[in-house]
C-alpha cells in the first residue's frame, strides 16, 4: 500500500515541503525535502530513506527517481546514490515521483506533488500597498475616518 503526507514548513527564501512515502513492499519509508522553486529554475529535492521499524536512515542507498506529468515521463535517472536530486518544472501541474528498484529489490515509492508558481515578494509589497494607498484614499476624500461612526 502506497502512502504519502505532505507537510508544509516555510522558510526565509524558498518554501520547502516534506514529502513522505513507503516503499510498495513495506521495506523502505522515502522522505524527500523539497525546496520548491519558481517555474523554470532549480527545485531541490533531499532524499533519505529509512527503515520503518527502527526509524533509523539507511545510507548509501541505490534507487531510481523519475518524474512524470500524465504518465509521461519528464525525467528518468537510474542508479543514483545522491540524497540530492535537482529538477526544473517547465510548467504548473501535478507530477509523481517515483522512486524505483531501491537497492536492487524492485520496490517503489510514488509521491505525488502539485508545482505552482511561486508568491514572490513583490507580489505581497504590491498588494499591500494598493490596498494601503485605497484605505487612505477612502479615509481621506470625505475627511472622516472608516472606523469611527458618527455620533448624531
Do not use: C
Not at 526565509?12 to 523539497?34: N, P, Y
Not at 529509512?50 to 512524470?68: A, F, V
Amino acid at each position: 500500500m502506497l502512502s504519502s503526507v505532505l507537510v508544509f514548513q516555510p522558510t526565509s527564501a524558498q518554501e520547502q515541503i516534506r514529502l513522505e512515502a513507503v516503499s510498495d513492499q513495506g521495506t523502505f519509508k522515502v522522505e524527500i525535502m523539497w525546496t520548491s522553486n519558481d517555474i523554470g529554475t532549480a527545485n531541490e529535492f533531499e532524499l533519505h530513506f529509512i527503515d520503518p521499524d527502527t526509524g533509523s536512515e539507511i545510507e548509501d542507498i541505490k534507487y531510481d527517481i523519475s518524474i512524470y506529468r500524465d504518465a509521461n515521463p519528464e525525467i528518468q535517472r537510474s542508479d543514483q546514490t545522491s540524497i540530492f536530486q535537482e529538477v526544473f518544472f517547465e510548467e504548473i501541474g501535478s507530477y509523481e515521483i517515483r522512486i524505483d528498484d531501491i537497492e536492487d529489490l524492485g520496490e517503489r515509492a510514488i509521491i505525488p506533488i502539485q508545482v505552482t508558481p511561486e508568491f514572490q515578494l513583490e507580489m505581497f509589497v504590491l498588494v499591500a500597498t494598493a490596498l494601503s494607498i485605497g484605505v487612505l484614499a477612502a479615509r481621506t476624500s470625505n475627511g472622516n475616518n472608516l472606523f469611527r461612526h458618527s455620533i448624531n
